[in-house]
């Protein structure tokens, strides 16, 4: 006979199953040693005969309980399968939900290297740190360069101003300028690829909890 029972209740169990067939693992003795002059298993300290009915019995509790862990999970995943969440960013599987959200925040099986935005983020935000910092530097060497062709074009009379040539200088530093070169206009990108992400993972969240919550399982 089968049993519906919510996905969120379905998680849950499956859970307190993994921690429960472990534990009757770790906890039952299926082999042990005797002597033919003892009535008792070394290690247990009980009759043979009961020895072998708990062995037998742990064994079949074992396997019921990974059974059962096995229908849960299936279900789930075909659950997962079959179901739909709508966010603003399109309509998803929860089996695509999740491991979209699980690529976007580098907890898949890539660890990390398969999260394309994120890396693509920090691409744009270091590239564009290191060229503004690389501008900064070469504009602050002319500008030094600059202050010395006036001293050596003016002397140290600042009277003679407006006689001297200045205008070489000037020419000098617009030719040499070092610029910005940004025709995606960068920060523009970081900025909408952040909102994307942060909106999409909060919508992935919410409606995976929400579908979780509100559909039910078949367990056979």
């Known amino acids: 006979m089968s049993e519906k029972i919510l996905v969120t209740q379905a998680l849950d169990e499956r859970d307190l199953l993994v921690k429960k067939i472990n534990d009757k693992i770790a906890k039952a003795s299926f082999v042990d040693t005797i002597k033919p002059n003892e009535d008792k298993v070394y290690a247990k300290r009980i009759d043979k005969a009961e020895y072998a009915k708990e062995a037998e019995a742990a064994y079949q509790q074992i ?3 990974i059974r059962r862990f096995q229908l849960i999970d299936a279900a789930i995943v075909e659950s997962n399968a079959k179901t739909e969440v709508n ?6 599987t929860v089996a695509g ?10 907890m898949d099986a890539y660890d990390g290297e398969a999260d394309f935005e994120g890396r693509l983020k920090n691409k744009l935000n270091h590239e564009y740190s290191e060229r503004v910092q690389f501008c900064d530097m070469k504009n602050g060497q002319l500008q030094s360069t600059a202050e010395s062709m006036r001293l050596s074009i003016l002397g140290r009379d600042a009277k003679a101003k407006d006689d001297k040539p200045l205008g070489v200088v ?3 530093m617009k030719e ?7 025709p995606l206009d960068v920060k523009k990108k970081v900025d909408m ?3 994307k992400r942060n ?10 909890k929400v579908s979780n919550a509100t559909t039910f399982i078949e367990i056979a």
């Open 63 to 65: 396997n019921d309980l």
């Open 87 to 92: 966010t603003s960013y399109g309509t998803f």
């Open 97 to 106: 939900a999740i491991s979209l959200r699980s690529r976007l925040r580098g």
């Open 170 to 172: 000037d020419a000098y």
């Open 176 to 182: 040499n300028t070092t610029e910005l070169v940004d």
């Open 193 to 195: 690829l952040e909102e």
């Open 199 to 208: 909106i999409l993972l909060t919508e992935l969240d919410t409606q995976i």
